[in-house]
């Protein structure tokens, strides 16, 4: 009879206790599959930071001897550097901070608060007129779902409105973890003189500009201390519609002159425009989604679904 250990033989001998392991190990491998990974996106950490500054009118050489050195300098103190890249034009420095691969993702955010503090204590060093640095930790993210908005005879921001409800339903899904809108454009107040009746008034454009900017300046108006309460004191007579502009008298000279006399106010969108967004050659407004799970694709459908007009 054979020494060596027969397998057969031991399982019959001992069904109970094979019967037991198979249980176990079946109910493993269930329990396991329920925690199986199933996103679309699996989460990755982008272990690179965007660092954006701005001086304008300065040149390639000012660029690079006062913005760029600095910050490559004081950035090489950053716990767990790979390597950093810069691209440097006139006026404009865009610093890439790259960490070690063998970085924890858990890690990554400390060494992100690392970098805007040693960028922070430098931040007094710069020229004046720098503009930043601004930073982009997120430079790795992706839009899991993108949707296009437009809208038949209703205006640029009342479909903004509308985008800006739906983002607030969508942001109350578990799994989105950020959303950004595209192609909305801003909206500003245009003043345009008549340069004919400035002259023939013999006006001051920029007197009266600097009126208008008097006139509608944010300025702390004082406080009343009283033994039951604190009154803050507002001072009227902020513009708050195009109405407002136009009624604004202006004395020159010992004559009074009314702006809506002078110059045609209206309201419209930046010119030149922010980046635009279309849809099949149509304006638009686009809404990106960026979800930790494939669940938060189901409940933006779901969402967006409730905000659609009946056909």
């Not at 660092?51 to 600095?70: L, Y």
């Amino acid at each position: 009879m054979s020494d060596s250990l027969n397998l057969s033989d031991w399982a019959l001998r001992h069904r109970a206790l094979v019967w037991f392991f198979m249980v176990l190990i079946i109910a493993a491998g269930l329990f396991s599959y329920q925690r199986l990974g199933r996103n679309e996106d699996p989460a990755f950490t982008f272990k690179t930071m965007v660092v954006q500054a701005a001086w304008p009118g300065a040149t390639v050489d000012e660029m690079i001897k006062q913005v760029t050195d600095r910050i490559e300098k004081k950035l090489q103190e950053t716990p767990e550097l790979d390597f950093i890249k810069s691209y440097t034009t006139a006026g404009v420095t865009t610093v890439f901070v790259n960490l070690l691969g063998s970085t924890r993702s858990r890690d990554v955010p400390e060494k992100w608060y690392q970098v805007r503090k040693k960028i922070g204590d430098i931040r007094g060093t710069f020229p004046a007129g720098v503009i930043g640095p601004g930073f982009n930790g997120e430079f790795g993210d992706t839009y899991g779902i993108l949707y296009a908005f437009t809208a038949d005879g209703f205006t640029p921001r009342q479909l903004r409105d509308y985008v800006e409800g739906v983002r607030s339903k969508l942001l109350e899904i578990h799994d989105v973890s950020k959303i950004d809108v595209f192609g909305a454009q801003d909206e500003k107040i245009y003043v345009e003189f008549s340069a004919r009746q400035l002259a023939g008034l013999k006006l001051d454009r920029q007197a009266l500009i600097a009126a208008l900017q008097a006139q509608n300046a944010v300025t702390p108006a004082g406080v009343v201390q009283t033994a039951d309460e604190r009154i803050l004191v507002q001072v009227t007579g902020r513009f708050r519609s195009e109405e407002d502009l136009l009624r604004v008298n202006f004395v020159v000279d010992g004559r009074i002159f009314r702006l809506s006399d002078i110059a045609t106010v209206k309201r419209g969108y930046s010119d030149p425009p922010t980046p635009l967004f279309r849809f099949n050659g149509v304006p638009a407004i686009g809404l990106g989604i960026g979800e930790h799970g494939d669940d938060a694709v189901l409940g933006a459908e779901s969402q967006i679904e409730r905000f659609r007009s009946p056909e």
